[in-house]
């Protein structure tokens, strides 16, 4: 690899761990062509950059970023991992293929520069999405109005069955 190659690859990966919010480095070895595009695919869903890269090379990329941390603890074959929006789903996504697959294996990450270790992803893996803990929220906004609403229904029916009640007695009379 040409030293121009090795720094355009340097400033892609840089840019990139620039954005992201979280950083996952996995262990790969063992696993054949046909399972990384698998987990590619699964990564790419999910709107993350899976990318295999020579140590030397992420850790000068990863040097000024908030995930600067990774690279004192990179060694033998590893990918790099980089979520931009939700980093539940890249952990989901990792962990998801960890289970189909037992070769692979997550080593350690950075979560807006904060570490975690294999089982911090892993437990990061089992919290809700994004999506889940917004409809969580949007359903508990509108738990109040529909109560409110309903209450002063109940009001109007209850008046309403007075009302014929109090008509059906006249007109027994």
């Known amino acids: 690899m040409k030293r121009q190659e090795k720094a355009q690859i340097i400033e892609q990966l840089h840019e990139k761990a620039s954005r992201a919010s979280i950083a996952v480095v996995t262990d790969f070895k063992g696993l054949s062509v046909e399972e990384m595009t698998i987990l590619r695919a699964k990564c790419f869903e999910v709107g993350v950059d899976y990318q ?5 090379l992420a850790r000068l990329a990863l040097k000024d970023t908030e995930h ?29 293929f960890g289970k189909e697959n037992k070769k ?24 809700p999405s994004k999506p889940e803990l917004l409809s969580s929220v949007l359903g508990t906004m509108q738990a109040v109005p529909r109560n409110f609403v309903c209450l002063f229904a109940n009001i109007e029916r209850k008046f309403l069955y007075a009302l014929t009640a109090i008509k059906e007695q006249k007109e027994a009379a």
Do not use: I, W
């Open 52 to 56: 295999v890269v020579k140590n030397t």
């Open 104 to 127: 692979f294996s997550m080593r350690f990450g950075t979560l807006e520069g904060q570490f975690l270790d294999s089982d911090g992803v892993t437990e990061l893996s089992k919290m």
């Open 68 to 96: 600067g941390e990774l690279s004192e603890h990179m060694k033998e074959n590893c990918a790099v991992a980089l979520g931009y929006d939700d980093p539940v789903a890249l952990a989901k996504a990792l962990a998801d």
